[in-house]
């Protein structure tokens, strides 16, 4: 197994968790059967992150653009989410992992939005780990979305456009509690960014696998942190 430096650790891993449908295909499966075995990916991801140490984990579970998918994939989606949130809920609170959720998750169906919401709120003390879940989410309709905010306290007299700057955009933001990502991990090997964190990932690390989400496992995981410990990190300096 890859060995890595504990000293020098990404503080905040985000996962772009792509290929289910693919695995599936692969196994002439039903593109659902790929999503189940996309969960158990996430529980080895989650379990692995709490044991290395990892602070925050962000994983892309659901776009914007996902609701355009079939029906029947969208709710069996939905339902594999509000299942997962049920039973990962007492590993959740034994390893002091608190849930978080970003995107407009008020989309959601009324029963996953009941389980998640009280799944933050049972979890809200937790402290070793934040395990955010993107959902229904896209980083435009986040940056759309701040910039409205921004307007609005512009308009109401609270703010003066001078006082317009990064941070205050980054605080409006839905990641406005979690640092930006240090690393950003994509499976199956596409090279893109799909609508992800768009303004967080401005100096993230990328690591691009050709794995299929659910074939990635703890060995991988290693390795790409261990790839993210070799990177100089220049921020555009010298
Ligand atoms: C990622 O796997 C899971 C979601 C987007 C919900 P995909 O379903 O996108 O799998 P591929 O890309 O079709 O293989
Ligand atoms: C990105 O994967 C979204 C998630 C992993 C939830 P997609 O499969 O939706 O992205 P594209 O369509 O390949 O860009
Ligand atoms: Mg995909």
Known sequence: MTSIDPANLPKHIAIIMDGNGRWAKKRLLNRIEGHKKGTDAVRNIVRA?????????????????NWKRPKSEVSALM???????????????????????????????????????????????NRDMVLTLALSYGGRQEIADSVKRIAFL?????????????????????????????????TSGEYRISN????????????ITPTLWPDFGKDEYLAAIADFQGRERRFGGT
């Open 49 to 65: 992150s709490r044991e290395i140490g990892i602070e925050y984990l962000t994983l892309y579970a659901f776009s914007e653009e």
């Open 79 to 125: 339902t594999l989410l509000k299942e997962f949130l049920i039973s990962e809920f007492s590993e959740m609170q034994e390893n002091g992992i608190r849930l978080n959720a970003i995107g407009r998750t008020e989309k959601l169906p009324e029963a996953v939005r009941k389980t998640l919401s009280e799944t933050i709120t049972k979890t809200s003390s």
């Open 154 to 186: 512009i308009e109401k007299g609270d703010i003066s456009v001078n006082e317009v700057t990064e941070d205050l955009i980054s605080g409006c933001l839905y990641t406005a509690q979690i640092p930006d990502p240090d690393l950003l991990i994509r």
């Open 196 to 207: 992800f964190l768009l303004w967080q990932i401005a100096y993230t690390e990328l690591y």
